[in-house]
């Protein structure tokens, strides 16, 4: 997939793929330089945690550490997205003329972590469109049996209440129920859902619309597993409201401790159907 005639001749059913499924998987679609760049982009997160940084699940006695949307990471990830021309493949996958990078999350697991709970990311911020996508990157193995899962076809459906990521119900709402309804419990009923999955090495990546419902990925004792979420954004993205967006959020939207801007700014003076727009999200492919 980095040589870009196999990607050119791969585009067509992948775009399809993704559009039917939200969501495909790109094997070996990171060489071995893409990867410490990678790397080295996960270590500043961790090394430079902003205040949207968090242990969830604390109560577990495990790490389940995430952190996310911290703008002085940009830098340090933009060597891997110009080195892979993320943006070029975003545009692939999308068929549109324009493509920028919109944050990164990180997430490291130790020890006998627990699963993520089933959600859909656009639950969390106020942006949406067809073209948007998580490109998932894992660096270390990942058996089936603790990688992500997807229901098949899911972000062309429902958009569901958060998940809270906290106690013992995977399914308790971050929002008022009366603005957004309560996420099913697919894990009580894992056959009444098309649900997919794949192994991961290192160099793989899942590429998911971010509506699309997904959780998984436990890990068992002695292991470690260290993943990167980059997400991008295209032409179609419009501004909407999400109940959760204040600056008094706890999803991400609050001042960063490292410096980082208050990233509410980004949505400041919108409405909901204006385009979704800010000078200071990377720009990363402009068609010619």
Known sequence: MSDPALRLAAAGALRQRYREDGVVHLPKVLDAEMLELARQGFDWSLANPSSAAQQLFPQDGTRFYQDLFNTLSWPHYDPLLRKADLGGLMAQLWGCENVWFFF???????????????????????????????????????????????????????????????????????????????????????????IVSWPIEPGDALVFHPSTLHGGGHTETGGERRTISLRFFGDDCNFVQRPGVSKDSAVGFNRQETGSRDVSEFYEGLVPGDRFRHPDFPKLYARA
């Open 104 to 194: 990164e999350q990180v997430f490291h697991k130790q020890g006998a972590s627990r699963r993520t709970p089933w959600h859909q990311d656009t639950s969390y911020f106020p942006v949406a469109g067809e073209d948007m996508a998580v490109m998932w990157i894992s660096l270390d193995p990942v058996p089936l049996s603790q990688s992500l899962e997807f229901v098949r076809g899911s972000h062309r459906g429902r958009l569901f209440n958060g998940s809270a990521f906290t106690g013992d119900d995977d399914t308790a709402p971050l929002y008022d129920e009366a603005e957004m309804p309560r996420l099913p419990d697919i894990e009580a009923d894992r056959a009444r859902f098309d």
